[in-house]
C-alpha cells in the first residue's frame, strides 16, 4: 500500500503533475499529513459538507481540462527526446560494391565467448544489393550470399 501511494504522488516531469491528481483530480493525502496537520488537511476540515461538495465538484469538472493539459505537455516533451535523439543519430547509408561489417547476432548469448577481447563483427563483406528501406544484400570472399540485413547492422570496412 505504502509503495502505491508513493509511486502515484510523485511528480513526473513528462506530465508535469502526479498520476494520483491526473486520476482523481486533487492532491493524495498521505498518512504522514493526518498524523502531523498541514495547512491543506486543516482548511479542508474547516469547510462546511456543501461547500466541500461543491469545491470538490469544481475539482472534477476542471479534471478532463487538467487531463488534456497534461497530455499537451507529455507530446512536447516526447518532441524533445525525440529531437534530442535524432542529432546524435547517424545515418548509415552503403552504395553497391562498399565493404562492410557485420554485427554478431545474437549480442546477448547465454554462455561467454572465449575470451573478452574477441570481436563483436564478422566480415569484411561487400554490399550486392541496396533497398530503398535502408536494407542490404551482402556476399563474402567466398561467394556466399548474406542477408537482406538491417543497415542498422552494418559499419564501414576500412583495410
Partial sequence: MWIWVIT????RRPTQATPYSLIYGV???????????????????????????????????ALDEKRLEAQQIFKC???RLSHAFNKRVRSRSFQVGDQVIVVQRPIITSHKPIGKFTSKWDGPYVVQEAYSSGAYKLVDAAGMRIGPINGKFLKKYYP
Avoid: C, F, K, M
Fill in 77 to 79: 516533451y516526447q518532441a
Fill in 27 to 61: 492532491e493524495a493525502v498521505l498518512p504522514l499529513e493526518r498524523q502531523i496537520p498541514s495547512l491543506r488537511l486543516a482548511i479542508q476540515e474547516g469547510i462546511i459538507d456543501e461547500e466541500n461538495t461543491r469545491l470538490r465538484l469544481a475539482e472534477l469538472e
Fill in 8 to 11: 502515484r504522488t510523485t511528480h
